[in-house]
């Protein structure tokens, strides 16, 4: 099933949290902008919030699963700050 345009954007607006998390290595030391913004990021996909459940909703993504599996990568990923 294709998704919407709307729902293509809120896939758009989880995506950028994820890449905002920096799950993979930095190419460069990061500042301290990105520091915060990649520890916000983590923080959001990994706790269940009314929020996080509107955009999950709307983007037709199961807010239970991506929260597991965020927890799983967060884990995982390099330490920031």
């Known amino acids: 099933m294709t998704a919407s345009p ?4 809120w896939q758009d607006v ?3 949290a ?3 998390a920096r799950l993979q290595p930095p190419r ?5 902008n990105a ?3 990649a520890l ?3 923080r959001y996909l990994t706790t269940p919030s009314k929020d996080l459940a509107m955009v999950c909703m709307f983007a037709g993504v199961d807010m239970d699963a991506l929260v ?3 927890r799983v990568q967060v884990a995982r990923a390099p330490k920031v700050g």
């Open 35 to 37: 520091v915060s913004e």
């Open 40 to 42: 916000d990021a983590r």
């Open 18 to 20: 994820i890449t905002d």
């Open 14 to 16: 989880l995506m950028r």
């Open 68 to 70: 597991d599996r965020m």
């Open 6 to 9: 709307e729902q293509s954007l």
């Open 28 to 32: 460069k030391p990061l500042g301290e």
